[in-house]
Every structure is written in structure tokens, then in C-alpha cells.
């Protein structure tokens, strides 16, 4: 999501004139877009954003922006006290407080850029690809859902982004054209719990029948969309994808936690075997799908048995990928307040590394199952002379070739199988 935050600022900037500056010394505005999910992110955000002072106190007329979930949807205040360099401090998703105060101190300087400015404020939806992706990229993020509404026990998402709303259908599709015609070949469709898309507005789709729109724009070959949520994951949203092509059968389905008492206190709303049904399901009407899952270690009381159950729920579930995070409490959640953190940092890691060692030799085991087959690649750029790109399963592959490859989905046989990647040669080159 902060990608395509950053990504949707970028081409508002270039639209009214700017460009992008490789020297941070030589920049006249300096967005920093920041996450806090964890603590960790937190912590490096206020580091990069401390050692910004020292370009504010050599260049004063340079702009600080500060974005995202730090500054998250309330009183500013309080950052303003701690960070006072900071020019503008903007909302998840927000654009308009950095356009805004471009606009009323003058730094933008022509009518035609003055007017431009009006009409990014409101919402033209002349999307542009900023200019380091124009003729480079292929694949694009597009939210649909922002903030959530769903308050796990853990999670600082609703606090820091708001709650729920669907954007509305004709904007999306409208960004959706403009990107097919700016080269863009797949688009993943993004929101915090994306299968609730239109929930919250009985004239809006659901999120099947928005794909289903999305489906028939010419040019966008592949669809993506996530992250998805066990509660929402409608077995009407699984059929309606069946009939879809264009949608890559690749699913990301958090779990959290393989115990259903760690589940209830995370106030995640299903137990395992509801969630492993769903896997079942997905697998049944998708035979050649991935899967790939996110689990918090070190929760507040997780017991090692209560661990031990994660472990083989993997190994049952056998995910593509898991997201493994050590739990961290932020501020203001319901863990954090109510929760003691009784699982020391050494355990918390012990546990990391433990998930980590499994999922890879699941994934190895998985990917070896590649070897020798065939499947199609849409190629996506290149890496040290080598071509890369991603399979419907969203596997990583690398492919040496002579051929101008980008954008192009082609046939491979997998020659080499790691657990983070393959290696293929093209097939018609055989």
C-alpha cells in the first residue's frame, strides 16, 4: 500500500514539475512514507527522519514531507513538537496536504502547473506513471480498500489508517485504463481486507464482480489482488474467479497463529480448522494454486506448545510463503494495553528462526516440483544481464535470453529450483 502511495505522490509531483533527485542534498522536497506495524519499521522511520535535520539546517528552503501510518489520521501536533524541521505531515494515502502547501507557499511556480495542482486536489484521475517506471514497469499496484475496520488485537492498521473505505468503482476502473495504456500488463488490486471491497456501500460491487470489470479492460492480462481474510474469503468470490483467467491463481490468506486459543486473543474471528477448510477449498477449485500466509510468533502468552501448533499447522497447510514476524506491541492496541508481553526477545527469535528453517524446506519441497515442467512468465525486467519475472503462483524466475523481454509473457521450462527461486530458459529457444 505505501508503494502505491508513493508511486501515486511521485507522478503528482512530476506533474507539477518536479523530478526525481538522486542527491538528498541537491532535492528541493523529501518525502519520507513510513509504516509502524512493527516496532522495528517505527524505529528506522524516526532514524532516516532525524538524520534529515542536518539537510533542513544546510538548505532551509528544502520541503520535509512526512507520510504514512507515522503520522497516521489524527492531531499532528504532537509530531510537530518532536520533529519541528517537518514542513507537512500527511495521512496514509494522502496527497493532498503535500500539494496543498506546494501550492499556497508559491513553490509552484506556472499557471498551467497552478492549475494542475487544482486539479490533482480534486481528484482529476489523470494517473501518470512517474517517469523512473514509464517504459520500465509492467505490473502496478491499485488500491481499492483503504484503512480497515477490523480491529485484531494487535494490529495498529485501523488507528494509523483510518477506517474502511472502498474507493469507488468507476475511479478504480478509470486508473485501470490509464495504466493499460501506459504499458502496464497486471495490476494487483490492494486493501487491508480486500475481499470487503464495497461492503460499506450497497451500490458499489463486490469484489468479484469489480474483478469480473477489471477482467475485460484491454491490455491488463494478469489480476492479482490481496491481502486477503479468512472471515471473507466467500466460496461466491471463489467461483466467480474460476471463470476468470486473467486472475492469477495465487492467494494471500494470513493465518497469524496455528492455535485457536492465540487466534481469540488475537481477535482474528476463526480457528485452524476453519481456515484449513478454506485452504481446501481454494486448492479444490484451483489444483495448481499458491498459497501464502503471515505468522506472528511470540504473541502475548503463546505458550511453546501453543507455538508447536503453528508449526504443524505448516507443516499441514504447507504454504508457498510464510510472513513471519516477532510480535511487537503498538501503542494504543488492545494487546498492547491489556496483554502482558510475557515472551522474552530470545524466544521471540528462537521461534522466527524455527518458522523460517520449516517454511524453506516447504517450499524447496514445493518448487522442486517444478523442475523439468513448463509454465508461462510475465517478465518484468532485468537483474545483472538476467531477465526476471513471475509465474501465475507468483514464483520468482530468472531467465538468460538474447530477446527484448519485457512485458512479455512466454513459455519456460524450469531448469534449476530454489526455495526463493528458479531458473528457466525460454521455451521457443530451445
Known sequence: MNVADSTRLSSALEQLGYSPSKKIEETDVIVLNTCVVRQSAEDKAVGRLSSLKRVKDQKPQTVICLMGCMVGMGEYSQLKKRFPYVDVFSAPSDISRLVSFLLETEKVKTNEKREMAQSILEKDDNFILPEDMRGNTVAAFVPIVLGCSHACSYCVIPLRRGNEISRPPEEILSEIH?????????????????????????????????????????????????????????????????????????????????????????????????????????????????????????????????????????????????????????????????????????????????????????????????????????????????????????????????????????????????????????????
Open 178 to 430: 490509464l495504466l493499460a495504456k501506459q504499458g502496464i500488463k497486471e495490476v494487483t488490486l490492494l486493501g487491508q481486507i480486500v475481499d470487503r471491497y464495497g461492503r460499506e456501500n450497497p451500490a458499489y460491487p463486490t469484489l468479484g464482480e469489480l474483478i469480473c470489470q477489471v477482467h475485460q479492460i484491454d491490455g491488463i492480462e494478469r489480476i492479482r489482488f490481496l491481502t486477503s481474510h479468512p472471515n471473507w474469503m466467500t466460496d461466491e468470490l471463489l467461483d466467480t474467479l474460476t471463470e476468470l483467467p486473467k486472475v492469477m491463481p495465487h492467494f494471500e490468506l494470513p493465518i497469524q497463529a496455528g492455535d485457536d486459543e492465540v487466534l481469540h486473543q488475537m481477535r482474528r474471528g476463526y480457528s485452524v480448522e476453519k481456515y484449513i477448510n478454506i485452504v481446501e477449498k481454494i486448492r479444490a477449485r484451483f489444483p495448481l494454486s499458491s498459497i501464502a500466509t503471515d505468522l506472528i510468533v511470540g504473541f502475548p502468552g503463546e505458550t511453546a506448545e501453543q507455538f508447536n501448533h503453528s508449526l504443524q499447522m505448516l507443516e499441514h497447510v504447507k504454504p508457498d510463503m510464510t510472513h513471519v514476524a516477532r510480535y511487537s506491541p503498538r501503542p494504543g492496541t488492545y494487546s498492547a494495553i491489556h496483554l502482558a508481553n510475557t515472551v522474552s526477545e530470545e524466544e521471540k527469535w528462537q521461534r522466527f528462526r524455527a518458522v523460517e528453517e520449516l517454511q524453506e524446506k516447504i517450499t524447496s519441497a514445493i518448487n522442486q516440483k517444478y523442475l523439468g515442467k513448463k509454465t508461462t512468465v510475465l517478465f518484468e525486467g532485468q537483474k545483472k544481464e538476467r531477465w526476471f519475472g513471475r509465474t501465475p503462483t507468483n514464483k520468482l524466475i530468472f531467465s538468460d535470453s538474447s530477446q527484448p523481454l519485457l512485458g512479455k509473457i512466454k513459455e519456460v521450462k524450469i531448469t534449476w529450483s530454489g526455495p526463493w527461486s528458479m531458473i528457466a530458459e525460454i521455451a521457443a529457444e530451445k
